[in-house]
């Protein structure tokens, strides 16, 4: 993207932005041709004030359950982009025997999951201190093999 300042007969100043077609388009593949798959949906209760819940995939449609395993981390963020805390792993919604491994309460930072359906829980504290978070917007991302998969915001009201 650049700009451009022409002067018209007039006098006048006027300024034309030109973008690249390519510039404002996402892509969702690697540049090895791999595709990054993972769903993340919005919490609930949404806003919340001691604690909420926060559903979230790995894999998509054509993974069998327990065929892959991905590097999973659920970040929590502040309004200043600081982490303030990682989401904690409460259940796994697929029928895979293969997460029996992963036990409940895990703390979901570089944990390997299989692919299927997940379920998050946030407290609302900031960790590792363990102190109450104060109310605001937060907002929390799903990474998956090291590459972003989704970003939502959530409220916390005390």
């Given at each position: 993207?650049?700009?451009?300042?022409?002067?018209?007969?007039?006098?006048?100043?006027?300024?034309?932005?030109?973008?690249?077609?390519?510039?404002?388009?996402?892509?969702?593949?690697?540049?090895?041709?791999?595709?990054?798959?993972?769903?993340?949906?919005?919490?609930?209760?949404?806003?919340?004030?001691?604690?909420?819940?926060?559903?979230?995939?790995?894999?998509?449609?054509?993974?069998?359950?327990?065929?892959?395993?991905?590097?999973?981390?659920?970040?929590?963020?502040?309004?200043?982009?600081?982490?303030?805390?990682?989401?904690?792993?409460?259940?796994?919604?697929s029928a895979v025997d293969d997460t029996s491994?992963?036990?409940?309460?895990?703390?979901?930072?570089?944990?390997?999951?299989?692919?299927?359906?997940?379920?998050?829980?946030?407290?609302?504290?900031?960790?590792?201190?363990?102190?109450?978070?104060?109310?605001?917007?937060?907002?929390?991302?799903?990474?998956?093999?090291?590459?972003?998969?989704?970003?939502?915001?959530?409220?916390?009201?005390?």
């Open positions: 993207m650049f700009h451009r300042w022409a002067r018209p007969a007039l006098g006048l100043v006027a300024c034309l932005l030109f973008a690249s077609p390519a510039s404002g388009q996402a892509t969702s593949q690697h540049s090895g041709g791999t595709r990054w798959r993972g769903v993340l949906r919005q919490n609930d209760p949404n806003p919340f004030s001691s604690q909420t819940t926060i559903p979230f995939a790995v894999g998509d449609s054509g993974c069998a359950p327990g065929a892959e395993r991905h590097v999973v981390t659920l970040r929590i963020y502040n309004i200043l982009s600081q982490v303030v805390a990682f989401a904690t792993l409460v259940d796994s919604t491994s992963v036990a409940p309460s895990h703390s979901i930072s570089q944990l390997p999951l299989a692919c299927g359906a997940y379920l998050a829980r946030w407290d609302g504290k900031r960790s590792p201190e363990g102190r109450e978070a104060p109310p605001g917007v937060y907002m929390y991302q799903l990474v998956i093999d090291g590459h972003p998969a989704g970003m939502r915001k959530m409220l916390l009201a005390r």
